[in-house]
Every structure is written in C-alpha cells, then in structure tokens.
T-cell receptor, first 111, second 112 residues
Framework: DTEVTQTPKHLVMGMTNKKSLKCEQH?????MYWYKQKAKKPPELMFVYSYEKLSINESVPSRFSPECPNSSLLNLHLHALQPEDSALYLC??????????FGPGTRLTVL | GNSVTQMEGPVTLSEEAFLTINCTYT??????LFWYVQYPGEGLQLLLKATKADDKGSNKGFEATYRKETTSFHLEKGSVQVSDSAVYFC???????????FGTGTSLTVIP
C-alpha cells in the first residue's frame, strides 16, 4: 500500500482564522514533507521531518507551523494567512531519501 | 548543485501519436531519477523511476532510460491516449538527503 491521505480535501478560510491540515501514512516511512504548489508550477518544498524531527525549513513564514505527533502523522497549522497563500498543499513521505509518495493534496483558499 | 531542466510546454498531440518529453539534470554524486504525473485536481503520482545509470523505468506504456553520459532521462510513450493528458514532472534526489529537485513540469494535452 503506497497511500498517503490528506484532510480536508478543500479548505476556505479567512485571514484571521486558525485551521490545520492533516496528513497520514502507514508505510513505515520515516521522512515526511509539506509542499506548496501554485497552479502550473512544480511543488515547492516547505518542511521536512526526518524521524519525527524537523530537518528542513525552507524559510517558510511563521504563519505556517508544522507538527509531527508521531511517525505516521504530519500536521500543518495555519494562522493569519494571506490571500497569496492560496494554493494546493501536498504532503509526501519517503523512506530514507528514496521515492516520495504524495497525497492528493488540500486545496486552500484564503479570503 | 542539483537541478532538473525540463522541456517547456504545453504539448498538444493527437491520439496515438508518439510522445517525448525531454529532461536533463545536473547532480553531485549518483542521483535517482523520477517521472511524476499530475492529473487535474490531484496530487503527484509516481509514474516511473531509475536509480542507476542505464536503468530503464517503465509503467503504463511510458519509458525513460537513465543516461549518465548525456545526463538525461527523457520520457517516451509510443501511442498516447486522451487519458494521458496531465502535467508531467521530472525529478531527482541526490540520495544524500531527503530533498527532491523538480523540473518545471510539462503540460500534455491529447486530442481525439
């Protein structure tokens, strides 16, 4: 099974809201990733967790806050977002830097 | 450094035409190479991969060969279908960490 699940599928939020995106995998992978993807562009790496520790933060604004509660779960907490943060947010997982498996994404709209 | 250069799109083909999407890379060490496909409104799906020179990845009629001498990993399919319409991303990982490097993506539209 190579499935990564993400919830919710769609999210609309105002600039003062707080919301969270969730990602789950049961492949035993020890690396998990958050990407942001704008239309017709490649995914941009935001965060990498390796063995439940944050290993890469690509200078992402503090209004995005990642969390890895355990080896199967990855959250992205959102607060005080801007309209330009509207995008598809993708989660992925991999084993030791090998093939990354992506979830279906959360389509986020910030009003 | 590591980078991927991918053929600019969009590409429009008639059904049953031959497809080539060019991908070249720059990498330190011995990278693994990937093609991902993204259908409208969906996440990225692994299409095929190759982990060492001269390996050929194949899946669903698509093929790509890891050519170290030309630093290339071109995607080919002999006869495209309307259902192949999607965006295709070439990517590499340098095997020294957890980071992937993506090309800019090539949008393919297949018309009946």
């Amino acid at each position: 099974d190579t499935e990564v699940t993400q919830t919710p599928k769609h999210l609309v939020m105002g600039m003062t809201n707080k919301k969270s995106l969730k990602c789950e995998q049961h492949m035993g992978h020890r690396a998990m990733y958050w990407y942001k993807q704008k239309a017709k562009k490649p995914p941009e790496l935001m965060f990498v967790y390796s063995y439940e520790k944050l290993s890469i933060n690509e200078s992402v604004p503090s209004r995005f806050s990642p969390e890895c509660p355990n080896s199967s779960l990855l959250n992205l907490h959102l607060h005080a977002l801007q309209p330009e943060d509207s995008a598809l947010y993708l989660c992925a997982s991999s084993q030791a830097g090998l093939t990354q498996y992506f979830g279906p994404g959360t389509r986020l709209t910030v009003l | 450094g590591n980078s991927v250069t991918q053929m600019e799109g969009p590409v429009t083909l008639s059904e049953e035409a031959f497809l080539t999407i060019n991908c070249t890379y720059t990498a330190t060490g011995y990278p693994s190479l990937f093609w991902y496909v993204q259908y409208p409104g969906e996440g990225l799906q692994l299409l095929l991969k190759a982990t060492k020179a001269d390996d050929k990845g194949s899946n669903k009629g698509f093929e790509a060969t890891y050519r170290k001498e030309t630093t290339s990993f071109h995607l080919e399919k002999g006869s495209v279908q309307v259902s192949d319409s999607a965006v295709y991303f070439c990517a590499l990982t340098a095997n020294t960490g957890n980071q992937f490097y993506f090309g800019t993506g090539t949008s393919l539209t297949v018309i009946p």
